[in-house]
C-alpha cells in the first residue's frame, strides 16, 4: 500500500512569490489534512477535509492561503504572497473513516524557506 | 478545547537505559490520546493510541503508554533504548469530532 505522497519536497520562495504543495493521501482515505510545522514545534492544524468537504479552517489565514479537494483525493494547499514567517514544514496527513480516534499518516513533508 | 504539554523539550539516555517521555492534557470529556515519532527529515509515524480499556496500550518497537485520568498524562516509556529510538516524539490529543492537536515534542538522544 503506498503511502502519503507529498510534492514538492522543498520549496525556496522571495517574499511576495506564490507556491503550491500537492497531496496525495492513501487511497479510499476520506480525510485529509493540513499541518504546518514550524522549526522545532509540534504540527499546527491548517484545515481538514472529509471527501470534498471543508470541515475546519479556520486556522487557515484565508487571506494568502487557500486549500481545496476537489474530488475527494488529491489536495492542493496554495500560499498566495508567501511571508518569512511562513518558513515552516507543511505536513499532510489523511485518516480512514475520519473521526479523531484514527491513526493519522503523514507524508514527508514539503519544507519551505521564504528570503 | 482539548490542550496537550509535553514538559521536557529535550531527553539524552544512554543506550539500554529505560526512558520516560511526559504528556499532560486538559479537556473534561472523553479523549484520545495518541504518540508519534518524526525522525529527521521526515514526517510523523503513529506509535499507540488510548481511549478506554486498559489504561497500559502496547505500541510498535517496544513502546508502551500509560494513562492516568487522575494525573491528566499520557506518558510513554520503553524499558531499554536503542540509538535509533533517537528522533523527536509528539503526544497529540483529541475529542470526538475534532482534530489531532500535538504537543511541542520532545527531542530523545540516545548516546551509543
Known amino acids: 500500500e503506498a503511502g502519503v505522497t507529498q510534492s514538492p519536497r522543498y520549496a525556496v520562495l522571495q517574499e511576495g512569490q506564490a507556491v503550491s504543495f500537492w497531496c496525495d493521501p492513501i487511497?479510499?482515505?476520506?480525510?485529509l489534512y493540513w499541518y504546518q510545522q514550524p522549526r522545532d514545534q509540534g504540527p499546527q492544524l491548517l484545515v481538514y477535509?472529509?471527501?470534498?468537504?471543508?470541515?475546519?479552517n479556520s486556522q487557515l489565514p484565508s487571506d494568502r492561503f487557500s486549500a481545496v479537494r476537489p474530488k475527494g483525493t488529491n489536495s492542493t494547499l496554495k500560499i498566495q504572497s508567501a511571508k518569512q514567517g511562513d518558513t515552516a514544514t507543511y505536513l499532510c496527513?489523511?485518516?480512514?473513516?475520519?473521526?479523531?480516534?484514527?491513526?493519522?499518516?503523514f507524508g514527508a513533508g514539503t519544507r519551505l524557506s521564504v528570503l | 478545547t482539548q490542550t496537550v504539554s509535553q514538559s521536557d523539550a529535550h531527553v539524552t539516555v544512554f543506550e539500554g537505559d529505560s526512558v520516560e517521555l511526559r504528556c499532560n492534557y486538559s479537556?473534561?470529556?472523553?479523549?484520545?490520546l495518541s504518540w508519534y515519532i518524526q525522525h529527521h527529515g521526515h514526517g510523523l509515524q503513529f506509535l499507540l493510541k488510548y481511549y478506554s480499556g486498559n489504561p497500559v496500550v502496547q505500541g510498535v518497537n517496544g513502546f508502551e503508554a500509560e494513562f492516568s485520568k487522575s494525573d491528566s498524562s499520557f506518558h510513554l516509556r520503553k524499558a531499554s533504548v536503542h540509538w535509533s529510538d533517537s528522533a523527536v516524539y509528539f503526544c497529540a490529543v483529541s475529542a470526538t469530532g475534532t482534530y489531532q492537536r500535538f504537543g511541542t515534542g520532545t527531542k530523545l538522544q540516545v548516546v551509543p
Open positions: 477535509f472529509r471527501d470534498e468537504a471543508v470541515i475546519d
Open positions: 496527513a489523511s485518516s480512514l473513516v475520519g473521526g479523531s480516534q484514527n491513526t493519522l499518516y
Open positions: 487511497s479510499g482515505h476520506d480525510t
Open positions: 479537556y473534561g470529556g472523553s479523549i484520545y
